[in-house]
């Protein structure tokens, strides 16, 4: 009937084995049905397939290319994914400010691992002045969804007292954080 959603829920089915074997193969068959068609979650796992090398030959600018398509469908992973391609130089030439703006909108959207993302390029200077103050803001923002590593990251900026006075309690609850499984 070529209904595109059940070509990438079949996809996800194969993909991670709900109610079947993983079957990659099957899994990137009905995501390419579904992007081809338009739709930004299969856009975004094709671009994952081709990243990772899964069941497909390695290609990081196809894949750039499937994040591309996902990202303009407004898909925010791929956002993410794309920004990290520029930051590191995946198929792209790297550009890490064209990377850290990709981040940035990605997780003002939402996304968890880009709300990281962006503590790290605060932190670092990767693509934007380093700014210690708002590296703990976007680390915070993600600590407090469970991501751990920023937690980690809050952890060390409440021990060390950077950008924040040091609190050893509060540095004790963010470290305990750290270590409790991320909810994403």
Same mark, same amino acid.
């Given at each position: 009937?070529?209904?595109?959603? &059940?070509?990438?829920? /079949?996809?996800?089915?194969?993909?991670?084995?709900?109610?079947?074997?993983?079957?990659?193969?099957?899994?990137?068959?009905?995501?390419?049905?579904?992007?081809?068609?338009?739709?930004?979650?299969?856009? =975004?796992?094709?671009?994952?397939? =081709?990243?990772?090398?899964?069941?497909?030959?390695?290609?990081?600018?196809?894949?750039?290319?499937?994040?591309?398509?996902?990202?303009?469908?407004?898909?925010?992973?791929?956002?993410?994914?794309?920004?990290?391609?520029?930051?590191?130089?995946?198929?792209? /030439?790297?550009?890490?400010?064209?990377? =850290?703006? /990709?981040?940035?909108?990605? &997780?003002?959207?939402?996304? /968890?691992? @880009?709300?990281?993302?962006?503590?790290?390029?605060?932190?670092?200077?990767?693509?934007?002045?380093?700014? %210690?103050?708002? @590296?703990?803001?976007?680390?915070?923002?993600?600590?407090?969804?469970?991501?751990?590593? &920023?937690?980690?990251?809050?952890?060390?900026?409440?021990?060390?007292?950077? %950008?924040?006075?040091?609190?050893?309690?509060?540095?004790?609850?963010?470290?305990?954080?750290?270590?409790?499984?991320?909810?994403?």
């Amino acid at each position: 009937m070529d209904y595109i959603e &059940a070509h990438e829920w /079949l996809g996800y089915v194969y993909d991670y084995g709900f109610g079947t074997r993983p079957n990659r193969r099957l899994a990137f068959k009905h995501y390419m049905i579904a992007a081809e068609a338009g739709n930004a979650n299969a856009e =975004y796992h094709v671009g994952v397939y =081709y990243h990772e090398g899964i069941s497909v030959r390695k290609n990081r600018r196809l894949a750039v290319s499937w994040f591309r398509r996902a990202a303009k469908h407004g898909d925010a992973t791929a956002l993410h994914s794309l920004g990290k391609a520029y930051r590191y130089g995946w198929g792209v /030439l790297k550009n890490p400010r064209k990377g =850290y703006q /990709l981040e940035l909108e990605a &997780a003002e959207l939402g996304d /968890l691992e @880009a709300q990281f993302s962006v503590g790290v390029c605060f932190s670092r200077g990767e693509g934007i002045t380093a700014d %210690s103050d708002q @590296a703990f803001k976007w680390y915070l923002r993600a600590a407090k969804r469970g991501h751990r590593d &920023a937690a980690h990251n809050v952890a060390h900026f409440y021990e060390i007292g950077r %950008s924040v006075r040091v609190n050893q309690r509060k540095a004790e609850f963010w470290r305990t954080r750290a270590t409790i499984r991320s909810t994403g």
